[in-house]
């Protein structure tokens, strides 16, 4: 039997009522009756999405090692101590260290058990006539897109970039629930499979009630709200942007980076979906109302019930040696204060004092503040930057308009750029947004995998296939043969 269905088989239990992070229970292999009675009613559906979610937001996924964790510890953004137990390992790409490999064995499985519970969803759509034809364009279109995405991030971690090579070996992509052997096919042919699920999806997500084409359509309700930040139609835009790019295919990109732009910009947007934070957060003094995650500016995120006692604690001093964050010197650089932009709101609101420290607090637990346990997975900005990107040698005005409005929404409205930059000056410039929006998210690693960067700042290391391609777990490369 193949070894990842062997695994996902034991583990991917069904959701039954779950709400939140903390309530998904990994404990017992997949009942046929459960299976029958959750999906006998409307209610079901949307529980086993709610326990996708849940389960994304454990430890190895993006309740530390997909967000401020493994991933961002690659970006060399963070001060790893030398005495650490498991980060200095992920510092130096030490993928072969048994700490790093049961990291890597923890994103790998947990990814495939959220994408099996997702199979068994669509499975369950097509054989009973339980949804209406709203709800079944809307479930089928979460759980398709809500799969891709998650291939993706799979990819970007186990695969080649496209910008690599396009024939080496993807991951699995898996689209049934079983004990089957899944095939490996190119990096080229995965990633096509990603794109036509999104496209799926896109199209089957304008039943989205966050969507103006749908005919339920409806702003600032209940309702709408209760769409916010899950993979509704406009994190299906977003993801098709990053998917689009990352294959090199900056003409789809733009398209779908710039609906995001387009609907955020809409003088009719009621701002229900996602946002700028407002300007007026930034003139108030009490620290509880300040938004260092932009948790408006979120277009996907988890919320995670069990962030105080797990993912934030690593962001504190108290941590020692595993502690994880940058230098405050070092955020300086990033935030260009030597430039005179210290104004910049993701420097004056991300870091405190801690300890001895200041220290990266973008995503921390604090009583009282508002988005705890919000983890972003993708951001409004990313549209921003993507299209700036893809505009940056046919239309550099547009671009630099693009980059412009997130500085003017982070405080430097008197520090934007000029209009004669060049593409290459424009594109230096997307890289240090990069820098300075994903700042311990897990982000910026995968922008040099992108572009095959051979430089990747804060490591001696020169970017190669044994720094971007993490090795697929041994059980899975022993018993499902295989290999990348």
């Keep these: 039997m193949n070894k990842i269905y062997k695994s996902i088989i034991l583990s991917a239990t069904l959701a039954l009522g779950l709400t939140s992070c903390n309530d998904w229970l990994d404990v017992a292999p997949k009942s046929q009756l459960e299976e029958k009675d959750l999906f006998s009613r409307e209610t079901g559906y949307n529980d086993q999405l709610v326990g996708v979610y849940s389960q994304m937001c454990n430890t190895n996924m993006y309740g530390l090692q997909e967000t401020v964790g493994f991933a961002e510890i690659l970006s060399q953004n963070y001060n790893i101590n030398s005495n650490s137990t498991t ?138 709200k209760a769409r916010m930040f899950r993979f509704n139609y406009y994190a299906c835009c977003a993801t098709l942007a990053r998917a689009y790019l990352y294959n090199g295919d900056k003409a789809n990109a733009l398209k779908y980076a710039q609906e995001v732009i ?31 995650s932009f948790y408006t500016e979120m277009i996907f995120r988890l919320a995670n019930n069990d962030w105080e006692e797990n993912g934030n604690k690593y962001l504190h001093a108290a941590m020692g040696a595993n502690a994880l964050s940058p230098t405050y010197d070092f955020a300086q650089e990033v935030y260009e204060l030597n430039a005179g932009l210290g104004s910049d709101l993701r420097l004056k609101w991300c870091f405190e004092q801690d300890g001895a420290d200041k220290m990266l607090s973008k995503l921390w637990y604090v009583d009282g503040r508002s ?114």
Aim: glycine share 6%; net charge negative; proline share 4%.
């Design 87 to 224: 980060w200095r390992y992920v510092r130096d790409y030490n993928y072969s260290n048994t700490n790093v490999e049961s990291i890597l064995a923890g994103i790998w499985k947990g990814s495939y058990s959220c994408i099996a519970n997702l199979n068994i969803l669509l499975e369950n759509i097509e054989k009973r006539s339980v949804l209406t034809s709203h709800l079944d364009s809307l479930y089928r279109g979460e759980a398709i897109g809500l799969r891709a995405f998650l291939h993706l991030e799979l990819m970007r971690y186990f695969a080649a970039a496209p910008a690599m090579s396009t024939t080496a070996n993807g991951v699995p992509y898996v689209t049934q629930y079983g004990t089957q052997v899944v095939g490996q096919k190119s990096v080229g042919e995965t990633m096509q499979l990603i794109i036509n699920d999104l496209e799926t999806a896109y199209r089957l997500l304008k039943a989205d009630i966050v969507c103006p084409e749908s005919p339920k359509y409806e702003a600032d309700t209940n309702d709408s």
């Design 262 to 292: 387009d609907v955020n910009n809409a003088e009719t947007q009621t701002n229900y979906a996602f946002s700028w934070v407002h300007y007026s957060v930034a003139q108030t003094t009490n620290k509880n109302d300040w938004q260092p």
């Design 371 to 484: 988005a705890n346990g919000y983890l972003p997975l993708i951001r409004m900005t990313e549209s921003y930057l993507i299209a700036a990107e893809c505009l940056a040698d046919t239309d550099p005005v547009k671009a630099i308009g693009y980059i412009n409005d997130i500085r003017t929404n982070r405080g430097l409205s008197s520090f934007l750029l000029s209009e004669e930059l060049t593409s290459e000056q424009i594109k230096n410039e997307v890289y240090k947004e990069y820098r300075k929006e994903f700042l311990g998210e897990g982000q910026l690693f995968f922008y040099y995998k992108r572009l095959n960067a051979t430089d990747i700042p804060g490591s001696s290391t020169k970017g190669s296939k044994a720094v971007y391609v993490m090795p697929i777990p041994s059980n899975d490369q022993e018993f499902g043969g295989y290999s990348n």
